[in-house]
């Protein structure tokens, strides 16, 4: 546990950072829990292990700063500030869900906190986040917005066209690359040319970054940088958080891809833990106010299990709810 | 609301003319609408011209040039869209959205839907069907069956410059995702277009030939086939009524069993290729909805299963045309 000392966010800032992690993991455990043991049935895409880059979004951005995100997004969604109880309920495809059952885990939207969309389609994304940054922009306004995407995006053309292009505008915009290690079932190396998802930065004229993703008070660091160049109108920043996807692509994943070896380390340097150890060993947390806050997620995310399990999913009728805006709208 | 009547004030326009003024008077009512797309400022103004002069009355900011990056294009669309203002998409040549169908078909048509309502798409995408210049198979397809065939994306295709205007507009202030397909070879065709900003609904047919014998179903570059074909048809006696789809999506079903319901006869033609076309589902509809009323089975015209090939022989030999679409009628007549 090394000490991270100079430019440490504050005292209540890393509280913060540790309280989404915590939050964060208990929400992904319960899900994996009730889908191993038959509890209820949903498409998963885990998000454990990189609960270190979301902590860092949901403190460093305001709520009306606009984030897309993808089909592993648990963790970015609670920590932009999706709630809980509706954002539960739709990866369990409810009715009450955020996005009434019909996105289910891989789509969710909240525009209300600044999370525009979740993507299913790696890279496609990017694009369209570039779009809101426009639309910002053509509006001068002072928001930022932020793609998030993990490695594999970086191979489709839509990454490239995209920073192009936003780079091309300058952008109020933040490439964020959760580099987890894998695209699918394919190591990030075997993947790309060239030795870090930083580099492609240079092609484009704009800053790459490459940083620990597991430590909470180095991303906080550099994602405000890239926040503020994008907000002071200096344009996008690539920010590549390093980390590791700790149950595999989707849930159920045997993971027979990865070196048992590779993923001992990866448990190792996991990030809750460690961030928690250094918050005590720093003083910032006590054994009593830890254990006290990961309760209080456990309970809520309980809470909103109990309630969102014991909603109705959406009705037949509802599978022609918007289609189209208007009535005019059938074929 | 197409204004037809006699006592709105026309004037003669080419249809290129039409759009162009489409998209000067949105930009100029409404500050969040805006044009992206490559080559579309001055000095280029569009490869073909729709889209001349606007960049110097309504700034570079707003008359948006582009790389070549059709993905792009598209989905900063969606994501300008998503965020509330009323993106113009060009993709110039209508094979070319193969580039960008992910963010056309996953996501401009879908955000709606699969945000349970909160998000709202009212993104208009521009392209234009390049088939009959010689271009080739990659720069001559009419591929608008693939985007009717996907719920959430409205489809449009003019076939005068008025109702390229009225529905251009409707398109660009619509809160869906529209696709507005144009023809290279319409682009010079001139018609009457009522003075001022007006809007043509989406979803409403048009009659473009009265007729009580045999009806033709059709839609944009076809039209002017079609009403060819009426007129030397009429020359043998042979009254028929054309209807002129305007969109896909929404179709409007009424108008195309109500003339059918009268004639009894018909025939479906466009210039995108027959198998599997759009054509297909209207035949389907009339089958269903007026099968003994028929007194023949549903003529159905289109291109040819094979790719458009350069040569003007090869366009010939696959492409439709007024002759094949008279002998098609005569066909149904027997």
């Known amino acids: 546990m090394s000490d991270h000392g100079q430019g440490r966010p504050p005292d209540e800032v890393r509280r913060r950072m540790y309280e989404l992690m915590s939050l964060i993991l208990a929400c992904d455990e319960r899900i994996r829990r009730g889908l191993s043991g038959g509890e209820f049935a949903c498409t998963y895409w885990p998000a454990t292990g990189q609960e270190a880059i979301a902590a860092a979004l949901g403190t460093v951005l305001r709520t009306d700063d606009q984030l897309v995100t993808t089909y592993r997004g648990l963790h970015d969604q609670v920590a932009k500030g999706v709630p809980i109880g509706p954002l539960v309920a739709e990866i369990l495809t409810r009715r009450s869900g955020v996005n009434a059952g019909k996105g289910g885990a891989m789509h969710i939207s909240y525009p209300p906190a600044g999370l525009v969309l979740s993507t299913g389609i790696v890279g496609s994304g990017i694009p369209i986040a570039v779009g809101v940054g426009l639309a910002i922009q053509m509006r001068g306004g002072d928001q930022v917005a932020v793609a998030s995407f993990g490695d594999g995006a970086t191979g489709t053309g839509s990454f490239h066209e995209a920073v192009n292009l936003a780079a091309l505008w300058r952008i109020p915009i933040v490439f964020l690359c959760q580099n987890n290690g894998y695209a699918e079932m394919t190591p990030t190396a075997e993947a790309q040319p060239v030795a870090d998802v930083a580099d492609r930065a240079s092609a484009y004229g704009i800053p790459g970054v490459r940083v620990d993703g597991n430590d909470p008070d180095v991303v906080h660091a550099s994602l405000a940088d890239a926040v503020g160049r994008a907000r002071s109108g200096s344009g996008p920043t690539l920010l590549e958080c390093t980390t590791f996807r700790l149950w595999g692509h989707y849930f159920g994943d045997p993971m027979r891809y990865i070196p048992g070896s590779e993923l001992d380390e990866a448990r190792q340097a996991e990030p809750v833990a460690r961030y928690r150890a250094r918050l005590l060993d720093d003083g910032v947390l006590d054994e009593q106010s830890a254990l006290d806050l990961d309760e209080r997620a456990r309970q809520e995310v309980e809470s909103a299990f109990v309630a969102a399990l014991a909603e109705e999913p959406p009705g037949a009728a509802d599978a022609f709810v918007d289609v189209y805006g208007g009535s005019e709208g059938s074929a | ?334």
């Open chain 2, 1 to 334: 609301m197409t204004a037809t009547g006699s006592n709105v004030p026309m004037t003669t326009r080419s249809m290129r003319d039409a759009l162009n003024l489409a998209l000067d008077e949105a930009l100029a009512a409404d500050p969040s609408v805006f044009l992206i797309g490559e080559d579309l400022a001055d000095p280029a103004g569009g490869i073909s011209q729709v889209t001349k002069g606007l960049s110097t009355t309504h700034g570079t900011d707003r008359v948006r040039d582009t790389p070549i990056s059709e993905a792009a294009i598209v989905g900063a669309a969606v994501g300008a869209a998503a965020a509330g203002l009323r993106p113009v998409a060009e993709v110039m040549i209508m094979d070319f959205i193969s580039i960008a169908l992910d963010q056309l078909v996953n996501h401009a048509a879908k955000a709606r839907y699969m945000s349970g309502g909160r998000l709202r798409i009212p993104l208009t995408m521009r392209t234009a069907v390049f088939g009959g210049i010689g271009s080739g198979a990659t720069h001559s397809q009419t591929l608008e069956a693939w985007l009717a065939h996907i719920p959430g994306l409205k489809v449009v295709v003019p076939s005068t410059p008025a109702d390229a205007k009225g529905l251009l507009t409707s398109c660009i202030f619509d809160d869906d995702p529209c696709v507005f397909v144009e023809n290279v070879r319409l682009y010079g065709t001139t018609g009457p277009v009522p003075d001022g900003e007006f809007r043509t609904p989406l979803g409403v047919a048009d009659l473009k030939r009265h007729g009580g014998d045999v009806t033709i179903v059709t839609y944009g570059r076809t039209v002017p086939d079609a009403l060819a074909a009426a007129e030397e048809l009429s020359g043998e006696g042979i009254e028929v009524e054309v209807v002129d789809l305007r969109s896909l999506v929404p179709l409007d079903t009424d108008s195309v069993l109500a003339s059918v319901a009268r004639t009894r006869r018909v025939v479906v033609a466009h210039h995108a290729t027959r198998f599997a076309g759009f054509g297909a589902e209207v035949a389907g509809l009339i089958n269903e909805e007026l099968f003994g009323e028929l007194e023949a089975p549903v003529g159905r015209i289109g291109a040819l299963f094979a790719p458009i090939g350069s040569a003007a022989s090869l366009e010939a030999a696959v492409m439709p045309s007024a002759a094949t679409i008279a002998e098609a009628v005569r066909t149904v007549m027997t």
